[in-house]
C-alpha cells in the first residue's frame, strides 16, 4: 500500500514555474510507477505525467510535454512535479498517484488529496 500527499501547490502568474512534490510512505514505494494527473472544474481527471519505477523513463501528455518535467526519489519515496511556463489551462487540482505503466500511461492504484495550482493571466 502506498499513502500520498502532496504539496506545492498554489498560485502562480502565466509563465511561472512551480514545483509540485508527492511524499509516499509505505516500503513498497519503489515498487510502483509514478505519476501526475489534474481535474479542472467541470473537466474530467486527465493524465498529466508518469516516471517508471527506477525512474529511468518518462511519459508525458501532449498539453505539457516540453514545460513540465517529472522525477522521483527512490531514496527518500519522493516525486516531483517541475512545471514551468505555466498557463491558466493548466489551472487544476494535482494529483499525485502510484500504479503501473500501461504503455504511455499511468494506471492509478494509489492516490493523494490533491494540491491545488492556480495560473493568472
Known amino acids: 500500500q502506498l499513502q500520498l500527499v502532496e504539496s506545492g501547490g498554489g498560485l502562480v502568474q502565466a509563465g511561472g514555474s512551480l514545483r509540485l512534490s508527492c511524499a509516499a510512505s509505505g516500503r513498497t514505494f519503489s515498487s510502483y510507477s509514478m505519476g501526475w494527473f489534474r481535474q479542472a472544474p467541470g473537466k474530467e481527471r486527465e493524465f498529466v505525467a508518469a516516471?517508471?519505477?527506477?525512474?529511468?523513463?518518462?511519459y508525458y501528455a501532449d498539453s505539457v510535454k516540453g514545460r513540465f518535467t517529472t522525477s522521483r526519489d527512490n531514496a527518500k519515496n519522493l516525486v516531483y512535479l517541475q512545471m514551468n511556463s505555466l498557463e491558466p489551462e493548466d489551472t487544476a487540482v494535482y494529483y499525485c498517484?502510484?500504479?503501473?505503466?500501461?504503455?504511455?500511461?499511468?494506471?492509478?492504484?494509489?492516490w493523494g488529496q490533491g494540491t491545488q495550482v492556480t495560473v493568472s493571466s
Open positions: 516516471v517508471s519505477r527506477s525512474g529511468d523513463r518518462t
Open positions: 498517484a502510484g500504479g503501473v505503466l500501461i504503455g504511455d500511461r499511468l494506471r492509478g492504484y494509489y
